[in-house]
């Protein structure tokens, strides 16, 4: 098995805990039924598609989700420049998709915190791994580093 292709596993097994940890998170007994669920993603150069050019950085993504809100904190280091954008997108490890489904920040810095709202079907692909986060620099336009 190739680094890459180890690399996916790796994604696809954190993809896995998240969605199944998150599935798990039940509602609260009066909350009406808003599910809220904890989110984690390493973002790192090996996961994006492309390969990006140039790029050593790597960052995390921590989430809670409560309802269709997503309140969460983006913290990165060592990218090729400024992050440009930085969004949630539809696809599994070891695939891409450059339609983003949720813009999270533009242009962003490491360490903020936001919410941003998701549609309930992107909520319900979030819930269930069927997604990534990546960050865009001017260099790596397509997205420099991902989890």
């Known amino acids: 098995m190739g680094i890459r292709s180890a690399t996916y596993a790796v994604a696809a097994l954190i993809a896995a805990m998240v969605s199944a940890s998150a599935l798990a998170a039940s509602s609260a007994p009066g909350s009406r039924g808003v599910t809220t669920a904890k989110l984690k993603a390493f973002l790192t ?23 269709r809100k997503i309140k969460f904190r983006l913290s990165y280091t060592g990218l090729t420049g400024a992050a440009t954008a930085a969004h949630i997108h539809l696809a599994l490890a070891g695939r891409a998709n450059p339609v983003p489904a949720v813009t999270l920040c533009g242009p962003c810095r490491s360490g903020q915190t936001r919410t941003v709202t998701a549609s309930a079907a992107v909520m319900k692909k979030i819930l269930g791994g069927g997604t990534y986060v ?9 997205g420099e580093i991902r989890g």
């Open 45 to 67: 150069v090996n996961q994006e598609i492309p390969a990006p050019k140039g790029a050593k950085g790597s960052g995390t993504f921590t989430a809670t989700v409560t309802g």
């Open 134 to 142: 990546n960050v865009h620099t001017a260099k790596n336009a397509g």
